[in-house]
């Protein structure tokens, strides 16, 4: 007996709004669009495969309150798959919990609606599930977060890093627990919403600094597993050969954090031996950035039209980046600029004055300021164009970071805050470009 399954995660309907423009037929965001495209594309393969399982790893959209329209295009394809009779499991995400712990999640309005052969996974468990091919035992691990210790008194007086160390070992007993009660006969998988230690990642390595903590991949690359879906990080990556320990990434770019990674999703097939599986690339909206250092043009203009000129921009979202001193300001016509640009998807243009360059870049974040680091953060986020929900999010996770979430100050927590502190007094280009993608 052959089992094949797809694994899909993080569809984000609702992400990267910025980068789109209403369509004026629709009324939606064309990036909306795209990624309900995207998804499309996903679900016609599980269907046209014919697949045994759809598996989808969570965070089906930006937060747990989507919008009408982005819950109702998710629903929508997800639908096909119910109609199909395709076995499909949802797994609750970290953007799909509403609150902290024991909250529910957008996705339980599956299980509330009784959809046929959808299993929403927001809890540690095991589903026995009835394929086509026979049938297949589904851990489901959906993301824990911490405060579900914080608020026990067997946290009191703890460190955070104790706090992580004891929900890993509950975790670990836990799944140990659901591991033990499976059906040596019935083959077995796990799907993880979380973020592993061994993963390496983009954008979502800010988005962790305070906001969770990490399983060792150990903990779930186990023999008794064939195959192990994850979710969460937006790269796609094999983090274990034997089991397959796997994130199958975002289905589109979210950001230009990931303008270099390929998007996909995988096809898997467990049979008798180790599992046989597949990236299968989609069509993603390519991103690309522009950097150009025009210091030491004679004329800038001319530069900026030739780099445009040189690179394939039709369908892209395009960022053009240029830094320039402030007397080749008057050289620079945007509106040809913008005209040039017009075959792209979208674009952003950003320059950056060199003469400012040098200095501060936010009045009193020099290297003696005397602000602290959430007062610099905001100060900094004050200039940057990031929404008012994300800059909460972020002002909130830095001092978490540096209170120590309701526990005592940790020594992390203090080698962090130094580091963040290091970090405001000597923010680099680099560093300010990591921020803004968030
Ligand atoms: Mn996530």
């Known amino acids: 007996m052959v089992?094949?399954?797809?694994?899909?995660?993080?569809?984000?309907?609702?992400?990267?709004?910025?980068?789109?423009?209403?369509?004026?037929?629709?009324?939606?965001?064309?990036?909306?669009?795209?990624?309900?495209?995207?998804?499309?594309?996903?679900?016609?393969?599980?269907?046209?495969?014919?697949?045994?399982?759809?598996?989808?790893?969570?965070?089906?959209?930006?937060?747990?309150?989507?919008?009408?329209?982005?819950?109702?295009?998710?629903?929508?394809?997800?639908?096909?798959?119910?109609?199909?009779?395709?076995?499909?499991?949802?797994?609750?995400?970290?953007?799909?919990?509403?609150?902290?712990?024991?909250?529910?999640?957008?996705?339980?309005i599956y299980t509330a609606l009784g959809v046929p052969g959808f299993i929403v996974g927001d809890s540690l468990t095991t589903h026995r599930i009835e394929t086509r091919s026979g049938p297949v035992q589904v851990v489901t691990l959906p993301w824990v977060h911490r405060s579900t210790l914080l608020t026990k008194d067997v946290t009191r007086g703890m460190s955070l890093d104790q706090v992580d160390e004891l929900l890993v070992q509950r975790i670990e007993t836990a799944l140990e627990g659901e591991i033990r009660g499976l059906d040596p006969k019935v083959p077995a998988l796990l799907t993880a919403h979380a973020m592993m230690d061994r993963a390496v990642y983009g954008a979502e390595r800010h988005l962790a600094v305070g906001k969770g903590f990490c399983l060792p991949v150990s903990l779930v690359a186990r023999p008794e597993f064939k195959y192990v879906a994850l979710g969460h990080v937006h790269r796609h990556q094999i983090l274990c050969e034997d089991p397959p320990v796997i994130y199958p990434g975002s289905i589109e770019r979210v950001d230009f954090g990931e303008e270099k990674e390929d998007k996909g999703f995988m096809l898997v097939e467990i049979g008798e031996g180790p599992a046989r599986y597949e990236f299968i690339k989609l069509p993603a909206r390519s991103f690309r950035t522009l950097q150009l250092d025009l210091?030491?043009?004679?004329?800038?203009?001319?530069?900026?039209?030739?780099?445009?000129?040189?690179?394939?921009?039709?369908?892209?979202?395009?960022?053009?980046?240029?830094?320039?001193?402030?007397?080749?300001?008057?050289?620079?016509?945007?509106?040809?600029?913008?005209?040039?640009?017009?075959?792209?998807?979208?674009?952003?243009?950003?320059?950056?004055?060199?003469?400012?360059?040098?200095?501060?870049?936010?009045?009193?974040?020099?290297?003696?300021?005397?602000?602290?680091?959430?007062?610099?953060?905001?100060?900094?986020?004050?200039?940057?164009?990031?929404?008012?929900?994300?800059?909460?999010?972020?002002?909130?996770?830095?001092?978490?970071?540096?209170?120590?979430?309701?526990?005592?100050?940790?020594?992390?927590?203090?080698?962090?805050?130094?580091?963040?502190?290091?970090?405001?007094?000597?923010?680099?280009?680099?560093?300010?470009?990591?921020?803004?993608?968030?």
């Open 3 to 108: 089992l094949r399954i797809l694994h899909t995660a993080d569809t984000h309907l609702g992400s990267g709004l910025l980068h789109g423009r209403i369509n004026p037929h629709t009324g939606q965001n064309t990036r909306f669009e795209d990624f309900v495209s995207t998804l499309g594309m996903v679900i016609d393969r599980a269907i046209s495969e014919s697949v045994d399982l759809v598996l989808f790893g969570g965070d089906a959209f930006p937060n747990a309150t989507p919008e009408p329209a982005h819950q109702e295009a998710f629903a929508r394809q997800f639908k096909r798959l119910s109609e199909a009779q395709i076995p499909t499991v949802l797994l609750v995400g970290n953007h799909d919990l509403y609150g902290r712990a024991g909250a529910s999640a957008s996705l339980n």
């Open 295 to 438: 210091a030491e043009s004679v004329d800038p203009q001319a530069a900026l039209l030739q780099a445009i000129g040189s690179i394939v921009l039709d369908g892209c979202v395009v960022r053009l980046r240029y830094s320039l001193h402030t007397h080749q300001a008057e050289q620079i016509n945007l509106e040809e600029l913008q005209r040039a640009l017009a075959p792209a998807f979208s674009c952003q243009i950003q320059p950056q004055l060199i003469s400012k360059l040098a200095q501060p870049r936010v009045p009193g974040l020099g290297e003696n300021s005397t602000l602290n680091p959430v007062e610099a953060l905001k100060q900094y986020l004050q200039t940057q164009e990031s929404s008012e929900e994300f800059q909460r999010d972020l002002i909130t996770a830095a001092q978490r970071l540096l209170e120590g979430e309701g526990a005592q100050r940790s020594k992390t927590a203090t080698r962090q805050s130094t580091e963040i502190e290091g970090d405001m007094s000597t923010m680099t280009q680099e560093k300010l470009d990591q921020l803004r993608l968030l």
